[in-house]
């Protein structure tokens, strides 16, 4: 069976950095694109990137190019999240999603990430 | 233009069919893609290439694709059927993202 198992909530400041993790279980985790999703009352879902972890090929929607990091462990098979410098903006759930094909097949169970002074 | 559109929400009486909608430019050349998604729970796929169910889900839900427009029927409609229903397609751009749907607030009445 395959599972997305995702790390806890997060209640963060602006300006610190964090990290969620997605840990993959049930398949071959370097065969697939994994990726991470956003989701926020007024903009729905969104694709920010995906990782390939097989060799690392990395792709960013041009909305969160520059803004985080996408990257994938294959010795752990864990997907990670990333960012440097957070933002209240960024306060969302976050999913990581396998594609399969060109689409979503496998989600994780969302991290809510809350960005607040 | 490089988005997809749906109705915001649609409401459908228990036992009725329903038709959510998606449109956008990308629809005439890429298969739609369907996620159902209940309060507090990540999206779940319902439908993908138009017109093919996951193992586990009901075979009322049947989807659909004409020009610009992909359409995710259900037949028979379940107070469990409730939910927001997000479309997604795949986009012209090479980064191999898709784009989704702003969502449908299904209510079964």
């Known amino acids: 069976e395959v599972q997305l198992v995702q790390s806890r909530a997060e209640v963060k400041k602006p300006g610190e950095s964090l990290k969620i993790s997605c840990k993959a279980s049930?398949?071959?985790?370097?065969?697939?694109?994994i990726g991470w999703v956003r989701q926020t009352p007024g903009k729905g879902l969104e694709w920010m990137g995906i990782v390939y972890p097989g060799d690392s090929d990395t792709k960013y929607s041009p909305s969160f190019q520059g803004q985080v990091t996408i990257s994938a462990d294959k010795s752990i098979n864990t997907a990670y999240l990333q960012w440097s410098t957070l933002k209240s903006s960024d306060s969302a759930m976050y999913y990581c999603?396998?594609?399969?094909?060109?689409?979503?097949?496998?989600w994780g169970q969302g991290t809510l990430v809350t960005v607040s002074s | 233009s490089s988005e997809v559109t749906q109705d915001p929400a649609v409401s459908v009486a228990v036992g009725q069919t329903v038709r959510i909608t998606c449109q956008g430019d990308s629809l005439r050349s890429y298969y739609a893609t369907w996620y159902q998604q209940k309060p507090g729970q990540p999206p779940v796929l319902v439908m993908y290439?138009?017109?093919n169910r996951p193992s586990g889900i009901p075979d009322r839900f049947s989807g659909s694709s004409s020009g610009n427009t992909a359409t995710l029927t259900i037949t028979g409609a379940q107070a469990e059927d409730e939910a927001d229903y997000y479309c997604?397609?795949?986009?012209?751009?090479?980064?191999?993202?898709?784009?989704f749907g702003g969502g449908t607030k299904l209510t079964v009445l």
């Open positions: 997604n397609s795949r986009d012209s751009s090479d980064n191999g993202l898709g784009l």
């Open positions: 049930g398949y071959s985790f370097f065969s697939y694109w």
């Open positions: 999603a396998r594609r399969t094909g060109w689409y979503i097949d496998h």
């Open positions: 290439g138009n017109n």
